[in-house]
């Protein structure tokens, strides 16, 4: 059997190739947005269906932006999924939030029954991740934020198609960040901020957009306007060639959804009666997955094998199936546990695994795969989905 050739994102063609020729010619870097940063904000607001887009040099950046815009600093507290990326949570650590984490449901997202519990007097705010492109219970969330006077925050890096409940995922909250790395909607490197509040907006562009943009976009009268120079103390704008290679990217956007949607279906026929492994895709009557990924559930008392055994052997025979590795349980990590920036060296105290127990149960039975979406990658389609079938056959009990 030959092997397909391994997955890269985004697939370079010869648009893409003429987009980044153009903008060598236009602009190498742009302090404002007249330019083709400018143009990239507004079709990704399209896209989403923001009123405002904000780039950033990375989805981290863009996370950080959106700490100070929220206006937490130390004294605050902020509930985030005890399972997610590590940069959902550690831009907020970085400020002196104190983060608080809550445990994962069935489908990796942070449980709307745990909050409750996790709430104080100095709780201001919730931050969501769509965990492999799968929505959030946002309606429970979204109700728990409105009843205890918090601000609603999206992490929705994996989650650029997603929607629940016909809501697109990235308009629930007060803003929300869209990492544009190597995702289903990539840049390269980068990220966007995305918020319809004038006054975030703004906040946000003081972080990392500051001096001749600052001066253009900010309102005068705003009692902020005074830092416009200076911004917050960092810049973290996004450059030219990769605004470029996202406007290029925006504008397949309903081809690469098509053919990711398509990918999942046949992944979904595929794996119809198959005891081993499920596809872990949000019912549609809830919501749409985001795309980033092909995500699976298994089964282990179906199976002869461990989930990491059945990795094993999806991978040895050329696919690209794995079990994600520096996606944890990021509630133990030590950025969480200092006491302040000038004492970073203190002992984390141990956790009881059980404290997280669903997001662990969760992990130990998830395994993804790159939800490929370009042309030419029918091969690799196949060769993933007849690899599945073969080694989950051998493994059933
Ligand atoms: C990728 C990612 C980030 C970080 O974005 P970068 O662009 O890599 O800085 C944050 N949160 C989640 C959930 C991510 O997947």
Known sequence: MNTPAPYTWPHIDQQLRQAVDRQLDRSLSDRDATGVIGEFEKEFARFVGSRHAIAYSSGTSALHAMCVAAGLGEGDEIIAPAYTFFATATPFAYEGVKVVFADADGWGNLDPDDLPGLL?????????????????????????????????????????????????????????????????????EGGVLVTDH??????????????????????????YYQYALTGMGLKSRMTTLNAAVGLDQ?????????????????????????????????????GANGLYVLGLHFHQQAATVTAAEFTDRLTRLGTEFDMPGSTAVIANEPLFHRRSRTTPWTTVPTVDP???GGAQQFIDSFIKAPLFGYPGDEQAVDHHITTLAAVSKDVAR
């Open 354 to 356: 059980a404290t997280y």
């Open 250 to 286: 925006l504008g397949k956007a309903d081809d690469i959804e098509e053919r990711r949607r398509g990918i999942l279906d046949r992944f979904a026929d595929a794996l119809d009666g198959n005891p081993v492994v499920s596809p872990a895709t949000v019912d549609p009557q809830h």
């Open 120 to 188: 104080t007097d100095r709780t201001r705010a919730v931050i969501v991740t769509h965990m492999w492109g799968n929505p959030c219970d946002m309606t429970a969330i979204a109700q728990f934020c409105r009843d205890n006077d918090l601000l609603l925050l999206e992490d929705c890096s994996h989650a650029h198609f997603a929607s629940w409940g016909g809501q697109r995922v990235g308009t629930f909250g007060a803003m929300a960040v869209f990492s544009t790395n190597q995702k289903a909607i990539t840049t390269g």
């Open 198 to 223: 004038d006054q975030f907006r703004e906040l946000a562009l003081l972080h990392g957009h500051y001096n001749k943009r600052s001066f253009k976009e900010i309102s005068p009268t705003a009692p």
